[in-house]
């Protein structure tokens, strides 16, 4: 049976910059979920991650931009409308906003393996299902984790997600594929000056359409994302 509205995959992360990796993660969860688009929520800002080296927000919304290219990707960085300050606050935020939307969370196993140290993260696991993507080198942290000990009792199949008739989280679903083995870190140390081929005039958020300008420093910021 098909969801009775479109279904929307969220990566949410810092995009510091956006790579190949997180343009496959997505393409490749659109047909295992039944997505009819992913959207990137570029975060303003990171508690999780250092404040050193990340590049203005309007910089990596264009990085992001230029990597969904002629993909089913919109690139939004809506936290700054809605106000919120940690991923269940914009997760609950967005539901309220788009109610003929149903989201799935896509995570990677480098993220499931901190998932308990954000803020309310069983709140996250309930206002949507989570879907997992395999990552080298993470996948036994993922499973040993505290997040993951409470979660695999929800556990789904991809396929028993796409059919399943009824909406509920939470929900688990692993997805494993070859994955793309770079990494936003790996692209800063070979490329210590990627932001600057990135400047330019604000960008308009594929979501709200309106421009993106670059946040105070004490901008909202996000507890987790690639």
């Known amino acids: 049976m098909r969801h009775r509205y ?10 510091n910059p956006a790579h190949a990796a997180h343009r496959r993660i997505s393409v490749f969860a659109m047909p295992a979920l039944g997505l009819e688009e992913v959207w990137w929520l570029v975060s303003p800002g990171n508690p999780l991650k250092p404040k050193a080296g990340m590049a203005p927000l309007s910089t990596r919304v264009r990085s992001a ?29 967005l539901t309220r906003r788009f109610p003929r939307r149903r989201f799935v969370w896509l995570m990677g196993a480098d993220n499931l393996a901190q998932f308990h140290r954000w803020k309310n993260w069983r709140r996250v696991a309930q206002e949507m299902p989570i879907a997992v993507i395999a990552r080298p080198g993470y996948d036994d942290d993922a ?6 000990a409470w979660l695999r009792r929800y556990r789904l199949s991809a396929a028993g997600f796409r ?16 994955p793309d083995p770079r990494s936003a870190t790996d692209i800063r140390r070979a490329d210590p000056d990627w932001a600057s081929r ?8 594929g979501i709200t359409h309106s421009l993106i300008h670059d946040p105070a420093m004490n901008g909202a910021a996000r507890d987790g994302g690639a």
């Open 198 to 205: 990135f400047n330019g005039p604000p960008p308009r958020d």
């Open 65 to 93: 931009r230029v990597m969904a290219r002629r993909a089913p990707i919109r690139v939004t960085a809506i936290e700054r409308e809605l106000g919120t300050r940690y991923t269940a606050d914009t997760l609950r935020a």
């Open 6 to 15: 479109p279904v929307i995959g969220l990566l949410g992360g810092s995009f």
């Open 143 to 148: 499973l040993a984790s505290p997040a993951m």
């Open 163 to 178: 059919n399943r008739g009824k909406w509920s989280a939470p929900a688990l679903i692993e997805l494993r594929f070859d």
